[in-house]
């Protein structure tokens, strides 16, 4: 159990196009997803927090008129990247949140090669 | 805010042998410490988590120490193979209260060499 999704796996898109990238957990429900991305080499940078039903959280320094995050329902989150540039060109990474009486737990996506020519 | 440091950032061993990767937090009010493991190309792994409320948690070949008091937390694999080849992150977070934000270790590129 505890599989989260992302697609695509890998994007190529011009300067100045959006790209949207979705994220699934399939076999729980998250109220709670989110949002990383990660350079060569370096740790993983928390963009947002995205909870059902209402809006992002974004981190300080991160743009979210850039990077639109919708979470319409409990197991679907989207990351969009508006009017994308070459230093856009990332690994993005989504999780999932998953809670019990006995668990509190981040399971993670397979992640998105963004690159933007 | 929090703070996790992570040592060593790369770590060579024998088949065989032991790993340790070490971690230490500043928020003493952190209570939920997992570790990941990230093969190149993919989303981190969970592979072991310790609450505050425990010193020391082990699955099989996997073990993770606890010590509130210092604010650090180890990794200990042992008979490594060459599949735990790996980048491993450790993190910190509170739970339920701090909604599971978690804050990254910078990570330790692990090769375990035949």
């Known amino acids: 159990g505890a599989v989260v999704s992302q697609h695509p796996s890998w994007v190529i898109c011009k300067s100045g196009t959006s790209v949207k990238i979705e994220c699934r957990s399939l076999?729980?429900?998250?109220?709670?997803m989110f949002w990383y991305r990660q350079f060569p080499k370096q740790s993983l940078m928390l963009m947002a927090t995205?909870?059902?039903?209402?809006?992002?959280?974004?981190e300080q320094g991160v743009e979210k008129d850039k990077f639109l995050i919708n979470h319409a329902s409990l197991t679907l989150s989207t990351l969009t990247v508006t009017s994308a540039h070459p230093e856009d060109s990332s690994f993005y990474i989504c999780?999932?949140?998953?809670?019990?009486?006995?668990?509190?737990?981040?399971?993670f996506g397979p992640g998105t090669r963004l690159t933007v020519l | 805010g929090e703070n996790v440091e992570q040592h060593p950032s790369t770590l060579s061993v024998q088949e065989g042998d032991s790993a340790v990767i070490k971690c230490t937090y500043s928020?003493?009010?952190?209570?939920?410490f997992p570790w990941y493991k990230q093969e190149l190309g993919k989303g981190p792994q969970l592979i072991i988590d310790i609450r505050s409320n425990v010193g020391e948690k082990k699955d099989q070949r996997i073990a993770v120490t606890l010590n509130k008091t210092a604010k650090h937390f180890s990794l200990h694999i042992t008979e490594t193979q060459p599949e735990d080849s790996a980048v491993y992150f450790c993190a910190a977070s509170l739970v339920p209260g701090g909604g599971n934000k978690l804050t990254f270790g910078t990570g330790t590129q692990l090769k375990v060499e035949l």
């Open positions: 995205s909870n059902e039903g209402s809006k992002a959280t974004y």
């Open positions: 076999d729980f429900q998250a109220t709670t």
């Open positions: 928020d003493s009010a952190s209570n939920y």
């Open positions: 999780s999932a949140r998953r809670t019990s009486p006995r668990t509190d737990t981040q399971y």
